[in-house]
């Protein structure tokens, strides 16, 4: 059983930044690529970021490249989302998944085995 746990959300200001964490437990986290994903109210759940499991290929969605960094520490089982420039729209629940195709980085929901419980992240004006 993979169980993977999410912190770092809360309240920020427009302009402000937060880093989320995701901790995997259960099997070995050099197994799996992680991705982030979020999902605002009455939305789909979105693609954000997603990582390999080496970590020396990261891909993300246009909607925050350039403002939000993937990274992950393999030592410590933890991915992270560094989310800076935060903007109104980027109010939602986040979640972390783990692939177990260790080397292609998927964008799809469905193609993530594990998922976290969520952090909400709400940025006010």
């Known amino acids: 059983q993979v169980q993977l746990v999410e912190s770092g959300g809360g309240l920020v200001q427009v302009g402000g930044s937060l880093r989320l964490s995701c901790v995997v437990s259960g099997r070995a986290f050099t197994n799996y690529a992680m991705g982030w994903f979020r999902q605002a109210p009455g939305k789909e759940r979105d693609f954000v970021a997603a990582?390999?499991?080496?970590?020396?290929?990261?891909h993300y969605a246009d909607s925050v490249k350039g403002r939000f960094t993937i990274s992950r520490d393999n030592a410590k089982n933890t991915v992270y989302l560094q989310m800076n420039s935060l903007k109104p729209e980027d109010t939602a629940v986040y979640y972390c998944?783990?692939?177990?195709?260790?080397?292609?980085?998927?964008?799809?929901?469905?193609?993530?085995?594990?998922w976290g419980q969520g952090t909400q992240v709400t940025v006010s004006s």
């Open positions: 998944a783990a692939d177990r195709s260790k080397v292609t980085i998927r964008t799809i929901p469905y193609a993530y085995a594990y």
């Open positions: 990582i390999t499991w080496s970590g020396d290929s990261t």
